[in-house]
């Protein structure tokens, strides 16, 4: 699995965006201090997501979102492949799963991440010319749209099953 972590806030990511003639469309712009965390991991062969929305990103969020994984695929043997982040590390921060290991990418390298794509796509879709009343309301929404990416796993693994890793399994 690929695993990662993104930051999603109450700033309107103003777009173009279609309507007919002669119609303006209005957009609001909104710039606010307030931000939530998507967890996720993802399986680059099958397409399934796993998602966690956390308010923070660190040692503690982490744990929790790797206790998840390993409840939620507890016959399965997870190699879980992430960045270099500081709450990535283990040691008295991260108690890692019996059915749970890390392998680290690069440093500086978020483009071999396949994950950060998906974070692309679920805000292309339905981030885009969008205001959020609250905190609350982005995090409904963006619970929404992780649900509906968690049932897609077609269209997850068309994002995410990359040729170098798929034939880097096979091997």
């Not at 205001?131 to 269209?155: K, M, P, Y």
Request: aromatic share 10%; with cysteine.
């Amino acid at each position: 699995m690929f695993q990662d972590e993104a930051r999603f806030g109450r700033i309107c990511d103003t777009r173009r965006c279609w309507c007919p003639k002669p119609v303006r469309p209005l957009c609001q712009a909104m710039v606010t201090q307030e931000y939530t965390y998507a967890y996720a991991a993802v399986c680059v062969v099958t397409g399934e997501l796993d998602s966690l929305i956390l308010p923070h990103v660190n040692g503690a969020c982490m744990q929790l979102f790797l206790n998840e994984i390993a409840a939620r695929h507890p016959q399965e043997r997870i190699v879980m492949v992430l960045d270099g982040a500081g709450w990535h590390q283990t040691g008295d921060v991260l108690k890692l799963p019996a059915n749970l290991r890390f392998l680290k990418l690069p440093p500086y390298a978020p483009e071999l991440n396949p994950v950060e794509h998906l974070w692309d796509e679920l805000r292309e879709k339905w981030f885009h010319n969008r205001v959020f009343e609250s905190i609350d309301a982005l995090e409904n929404h963006l619970c929404e749209a992780l649900r509906s990416l968690e049932q897609e796993h077609a269209r997850v693994r068309s994002i995410v099953s990359w040729s170098w890793i798929i034939n880097s399994l096979r091997n």
